[in-house]
């Protein structure tokens, strides 16, 4: 670690979303380097930041920030704007002089950057099709492959937050660039356990299939207990139902917002159907929650036998087996310790020393082959 500090400081342009995880994602991974002397130049990207986003970027010393209003690759007809954008971004590197390109998404791997191109696989419209659906994407989304698949192709490297998602990607996209696994950390900082409550506790896009926490909802009526649900219930033309006699929703929460609410509660559901990694399940862990998952190969790959998983279509099995948690205090004690004790591997340290080993074998291989040409 000390040694790593001595290295020449490095700059990153980095672009985010502000919609999704990847936002959590991004400032714990620029807060972990900051002790490394590395300097982000952070191109948001999406939506508008929300005051609280704005608020915790200003408080990262090693972050420039450049907010855009440039669509996401997933979003509806997004391609004028990401056109649009790539001669800015190229002037930026110009101007800047990063010494790489770090992407969180595809299809900006294509341009012709100088700096060597890093791409992260956090989420892909095809493999969610496949997960969700077990079908391909109708036609309208071909030049969404077609572009993402060249942004692959052009990046030096890629990176993804489990086996299993880096699996998809290689397999939908057939990429054979060099790659890295490399877990999601979070900061276990502001998450905390305290007197368990007797509630259940979900959160995430509600309206999302992927996230399915609509099967809670359709357990809700035979669970006994009382459940609390969290986060976006409706994104464009999507909508998630969040009523029930026994759900209590409350909305879209700030980071200390939910922070508390995992503290107090005493299961964390996602029955996910697709799922690369799963922050919220990292900050339920980290919160002493006991974690009932949806049974799918990234879940059972990161959280092992120190969570309980249910199928992702059985409303029945989701709700008995939330009942007998709850109902078993030795059982739910059990696996909320195991959970915790999982959690302790996911850190923003190790995140960032893995990053950083890539950063610097990336530079190591650009001056390899300057020295070639010269």
Not at 100 to 113: E, T
Not at 161 to 184: E, F, H, L, W
Not at 199 to 217: C, H, P, T
């Amino acid at each position: 670690m000390e040694e790593s500090r001595k290295h020449t400081s490095l700059s990153i342009l980095m672009t985010t979303d502000t919609v999704g995880g990847v936002w959590s994602y991004s400032m714990d991974l620029c807060k972990a380097l900051l002790p490394f002397n590395i300097h982000f130049y952070l191109i948001t990207t999406g939506a508008p930041m929300q005051p609280a986003q704005r608020k915790e970027i200003e408080a990262i010393e090693n972050v420039t920030v450049y907010e855009t209003e440039f669509l996401l690759e997933w979003m509806d007809r997004p391609w004028e704007s990401i056109d649009a954008s790539g001669s800015w971004l190229l002037q930026l590197e110009k101007e800047l002089q990063p010494d790489l390109i770090h992407i969180n998404g595809y299809v900006y791997g294509s341009l012709p950057w100088k700096a060597p191109v890093i791409v992260v696989a956090h989420s892909d419209v095809y493999s969610w099709f496949y997960a969700v659906k077990d079908t391909l994407p109708p036609a309208e989304w071909d030049e969404y492959y077609t572009r993402v698949r060249e942004g692959l192709e052009h990046a030096d490297y890629l990176i993804a937050p489990s086996k299993a998602m880096m699996q998809y990607i290689r397999d939908i996209y057939g990429v054979t660039i060099a790659g890295k696994v490399i877990y999601n950390g979070r900061s276990g900082t502001i998450f905390h356990l305290e007197q368990k409550e007797g509630y259940i506790f979900s959160m995430g896009r509600i309206w999302d299939e992927a996230k399915n926490i609509q099967l809670l909802v359709d357990a809700a009526p035979r669970i006994s207990y009382p459940i609390r649900l969290a986060g976006d219930n409706k994104f464009e033309n999507n909508t998630g139902t969040t009523e029930g006699a026994n759900i209590t929703y409350v909305g879209k929460l700030s980071l200390p917002e939910v922070a508390a609410q995992l503290a107090a509660a005493a299961i964390y559901v996602l029955p996910a159907k697709y799922e690369p990694f799963g922050l919220s399940i990292l900050e339920a862990a980290l919160s002493g929650c006991a974690l009932v998952l949806g049974k799918i190969d990234s879940l059972q790959e990161i959280w092992g036998d120190n969570a309980i998983y249910v199928s992702t279509s059985n409303a029945d099995e989701l709700a008995s087996t939330v009942n007998e948690l709850m109902e078993n205090k030795t059982l739910r004690n059990h696996y909320a310790h195991a959970a915790m004790k999982q959690a302790q591997q996911y850190t923003t340290t190790a995140m960032a020393e893995n990053y950083l080993q890539v950063y610097r074998c990336l530079l190591q291989q650009k001056q390899l082959i300057q020295q070639e040409i010269l």
